[in-house]
C-alpha cells in the first residue's frame, strides 16, 4: 500500500506522518524506517524506528535515492513499513522524478509487501496523474 501526504510546504505534512509513524509502532510486526533528508528532533520518535538521513549518505538525487530505497528493501526483507519524508528534497522537485520513484515504489511494494507512506511539497494538483490514487484527504 502507498499513501502519499502532500501539499506546499508549512502544512503540517511531517506532523501527520509523525501521528502515523506513532500508530505504525503499536500495530507493526515487523521493521519501521523513517527516512528524511537531514536530521531534526527526533525525540518523540519511537526508538523501534529506524531513523535514515539522506544528508549523510549524500543521497540527494533521483537514482540515487531509487538506490538507496532498493538497497534498504534488499538488505532487509522484513520491513513492513517505509515511511519518506521529502520526496521532492531528495529526487528533485521535477514531477517527472517524483513520477519516476512512484512507479519504482510501486513495483517494490508488490515484491516486498511493505507499506509507503510519503510527504510530497506540492499540491494535489501537480502530482503526476500516475499517483493520484495514492494521495490521502488531509481534511
Excluded: W
Amino acid at each position: 500500500m502507498i499513501e502519499i501526504i502532500c501539499g506546499p510546504k508549512g502544512t503540517g505534512k511531517t506532523k501527520i506522518m509523525l501521528e502515523a509513524l506513532d500508530k505504525a509502532c503499536h500495530d507493526a510486526k515487523g521493521d519501521i524506517v523513517f527516512i528524511t533528508d537531514k536530521r531534526f528532533n527526533t525525540v518523540k520518535i519511537n526508538f523501534k524506528v529506524r531513523l535514515l538521513y539522506t544528508e549523510e549518505f549524500e543521497v540527494m538525487e533521483l537514482n540515487a535515492f531509487t538506490g538507496f530505497v532498493k538497497g534498504l528493501l534488499a538488505g532487509n526483507a522484513d520491513i513492513e513499513y517505509l515511511f519518506i519524508d521529502g520526496l521532492c528534497k531528495m529526487t528533485g522537485y521535477e514531477t517527472e522524478s517524483v513520477d519516476q520513484f512512484i512507479k519504482a515504489i510501486e513495483k517494490l511494494e508488490k515484491e516486498y509487501g511493505f507499506k509507503a507512506i510519503m510527504t510530497v511539497s506540492m499540491d494535489a494538483d501537480k502530482v503526476p496523474q500516475s499517483a493520484q490514487s495514492y494521495i490521502i484527504n488531509l481534511d
